[in-house]
């Protein structure tokens, strides 16, 4: 049976795409079958990334497609393993279609109080249109050097009630660069850097798990 994972943001730039992509390449790099619905037609962010991964010949290879509708991207995601959809930001209806479809909904968020309000409220709005609380799950993205604004952000979630995954994606030169050569968060050639954005795919997979049990 097909796994759905959706990410979204009511937000622009918050990581929203790194994240499809580094779920979609560390679970293909385990040989499961992938698709990244690409739901953002006027950016093609992941549809852009694919097409530079592919120019460099770079493995695993991650099918990517745009699509109009959630509906027209589970009937074709029935032949995969896995399906992750990368919702257009600022769209309300497509953003409960994604989230009512999939298995976990992740919710990429920087950690300044102007990036967790809005992905907060996002949040009960998802519960307020009956997606289960168990399926929400925030993710740290964008961070930058200060541990002290981090664990207070985990303060911030914590009190709000929502999961939190496991780990963070820091803002750095190296996961952009990987990005422009068509590659994911965990394929730049920085080690400290892939180790510690391998805990949030391991606590990405950890939840999938979870819930489809």
């Known amino acids: 049976m097909t796994l759905v994972i959706g990410v979204v943001s009511q937000k622009g730039g918050v990581g929203k795409s790194t994240v499809c992509r580094l779920i979609a390449c560390n679970y293909a790099l385990s040989e499961w079958l992938v698709k990244i619905a690409d739901m953002d037609l006027a950016q093609g962010t992941c549809t852009s ?3 530079r991964r592919l120019q460099n010949g770079k493995n695993p290879k991650v099918a990517v497609e745009q699509f109009v509708s959630v509906a027209d ?7 995969y393993d896995l399906v992750v959809f990368d919702g257009a930001p600022h769209s309300t209806r497509m953003t409960l279609d994604i989230a009512h479809a999939s298995d976990l909904v992740i919710l990429p ?3 300044s109080v102007d990036d ?3 992905t907060i409220k996002l949040a009960h709005e998802l519960k307020k249109n009956k997606i289960p609380v168990q399926k929400i799950a925030l993710a740290f993205t964008r961070v930058g050097n200060s541990e002290l604004e981090v664990a207070e952000a985990k303060d911030y979630v914590e009190a709000s009630g929502y999961h939190l995954l496991k780990g963070v994606i820091h803002e750095k030169t190296a996961i952009r660069r990987a990005s ?3 590659k994911c968060a965990t394929e730049t050639s920085f080690r400290t850097i892939t180790e510690r954005v391998d805990v949030l795919v391991q606590s990405v997979v950890n939840r999938a798990g979870e819930l489809k049990k």
Do not use: S
Request: aromatic share 6%; charged share 30%.
């Open 49 to 51: 990334w694919n097409r």
């Open 73 to 79: 991207a589970l009937k074709m995601g029935k032949q």
């Open 109 to 111: 968020t920087g950690v």
């Open 116 to 118: 967790l309000e809005p």
């Open 180 to 182: 422009d050569e068509g």
